[in-house]
């Protein structure tokens, strides 16, 4: 992880009661709270704990963009990136993000604080065409005739978030007088013999998902049972 090489500079802000040049002064009336964050990843504008969040600054005009900045947070790690900067909060629920204006004598003008609201990334859920498969869900059968294969969804929020781990294969199936009845389905295309089983369910019955899933670096995982209900 390259850290940002001005976080290793030591920044003194300017505090209350010091005088600033004429300059610095224009910018902090020009610039103060007009410059500030957008966490890119997240559609709503949030930020996720133990993940790396891209922020890219907004600008109000041509001029600000030529300026060096400084972002600091309380919480977490919070670094220059290729494209924008990059945070990884330490902790759930909020973060603040102050920006500085980093100056020809290497000193900051603070020209803006953001608050963001930092959730915990959700448990994974099962994603077929359009509808979501989650735990104690009821599900109309029709899906898996109308859909293609199965996905693991995390969050719609990160668009993102959909090739974090794709599925290799997965289980489905029910018990029945203590026994498991199931078929097995070596990819995350329903197979025709798949389709035979779940068109011969009756009526509300309970079913589990198992799925094993393969993250970018190729690490097998076996994700949360998914128990529902099928109409």
């Known amino acids: 992880m390259m850290l940002n090489p001005l976080s290793n500079i030591y920044c003194q802000s300017y505090t209350y009661g010091k005088k600033l040049n004429a300059y610095d002064s224009l910018i902090i009336k020009t610039y103060r709270n ?12 949030l930020l996720y704990n133990g993940i790396d969040n891209t922020l890219m ?3 109000p ?5 030529s300026f060096k900045y400084l972002l ?3 919480n977490g790690t919070l ?8 945070i990884i909060p330490r902790n759930s629920g909020r973060a ?13 003008i603070l020209v803006g604080k953001k608050e963001f609201t930092v959730l915990n990334i959700p448990l994974p859920s099962l994603k077929m065409k359009d509808i979501i498969i989650s735990e104690q869900s009821n599900v109309d059968r029709r899906i898996f005739f109308t859909g293609d294969s199965l996905k693991i969804l995390f969050t719609e929020d990160i668009p993102s978030s959909d090739v974090w781990c794709t599925i290799e294969r997965f289980n489905i199936g029910y018990t029945y007088g203590g026994v498991y009845v199931s078929i097995d389905n070596e990819t995350p295309l329903l197979t025709g ?3 035979d089983f779940i068109k ?3 009526p509300s019955q309970e079913l589990v998902i198992k799925v094993t899933s393969m993250n970018p670096t190729g690490i097998i995982k076996h994700q949360p049972i998914v128990r529902f209900r099928i109409n």
């Open 34 to 45: 007009k410059i500030l964050p957008k966490a890119v990843n997240s559609k709503k504008d």
């Open 57 to 59: 600054l907004q600008f």
């Open 61 to 65: 005009d041509e001029a600000s963009k």
């Open 72 to 74: 600091k947070t309380h």
């Open 79 to 86: 670094y220059k990136a290729d494209m924008g900067y990059n």
């Open 96 to 108: 603040f993000i102050s920006i500085y204006v980093i100056t020809k004598d290497i000193d900051t």
């Open 193 to 195: 013999k798949t389709l």
């Open 200 to 202: 011969k369910l009756r």
